[in-house]
């Protein structure tokens, strides 16, 4: 997959995550208190999320202007293995995992936001695999 196909993937997510997955993501995994950037970096290339109360304004490949708030960074193979299994525990764990992803911004606004993180992350292999089920 090209950086390009990704970033409409990406987009692809904004529309579930604002649409028919709105409701859960706000309310059930906490995401209306979420306003901020959220970036997932393939390899050395990273996409950013921006969100208002839970609701994505805006994607784009590129780094946040004001720095990493929250996100994950991992090579093409772990996200690959993540794809396979996407178990987020398992996936930052350096007990459970040889090659755990690395983990962006500060260590409170991740504690904070990992469960709307690790959801993104779901929804993320789900958009990305749907065309090979």
Known sequence: ????????KFQELKELLNGPEAETF???WDGRFFT???TFIFDKTP?????YEGTVIDVKMAQPANGYYVGIKGTQEQWDRFFANPH???????????HPFEQLGSALACRQNQS???QVMRLIARVMTEEEK
Request: proline share 0%; glycine share 4%.
């Open 1 to 8: 997959m090209t950086d390009r196909e990704r970033l409409a």
């Open 26 to 28: 706000k309310n059930y």
């Open 36 to 38: 901020g950037d959220m």
């Open 47 to 51: 996409y950013d999320m921006h969100f």
């Open 88 to 98: 987020f525990q398992l996936s930052i764990s350096i007990k459970h995992n040889e």
């Open 116 to 118: 709307m993180v690790a």
